[in-house]
């Protein structure tokens, strides 16, 4: 029902998209602690990466001074910045771990992957479950599509969370893309453009007003 609600929002004509330079470590950690519950009850391990190095999935483990570097030096906190509308690319990205948790077996490892690169940011989510029918990656965009109605039935899948996922992030500026094999597990990446340096929002405030 929660998936019927965030369609009915995303797609909604009074529907605006906030855009701001948030963090894309801080939607990723995000989506993963809505995520957690669910993540123990079926024992299925949760990793976070930025940029390949591993960082904690909750900031209070960062408390203590320990924790992964990043490349200046300083605990990774912020991670790459994107320039979208935080509460739509929580949803997204909370239902693409939400989906790999559902299709993968227990005591396996779903993987949150965080990166910038050539003014790109990526978001993956990696898991190692039952993946997707090569016949089927064309499709499982599509409202209420199912690739396994009897799995969907299962775990309660609605066929709404991948098309809500997609809406969100090509209304942010961004594409989203999925490579899987059966048997062998699923890869969905998010890719948004890099946003530019506070310092060059201050330079060129009449850009930083356009949508």
Known sequence: ????????????????????????????????????????????????????????????????????????????????????????????????VENAIHYSPEHTTVAVGVGERDGKVTIRVVDQGIGIPAKSLDRIFERFYRVDPARSRETGGSGLGLAITKHCVQENGGRISVWSRTGEGSTFTIELPAAPDEDDDEARPDESTQV
Do not use: C
């Open 1 to 96: 029902m929660h998936h019927l609600i965030d369609l009915q929002k995303a797609q909604s004509p009074q529907s605006v998209i906030d855009a701001r330079r948030i963090s894309a470590l801080d939607v990723a950690r995000a989506a993963i602690a809505a995520n957690q519950t669910q993540a123990d009850s079926r024992h299925v391990d949760i990793r976070l990466s930025v940029n390949g190095q591993s960082v904690p999935t909750k900031v209070e483990e960062l408390a203590d001074g320990e924790g992964s570097l990043g490349e200046s030096g300083s605990p990774a906190t912020n991670g790459p910045m994107i320039k979208a509308d935080k509460e739509a690319m929580q949803t997204a990205v909370k239902n693409l």
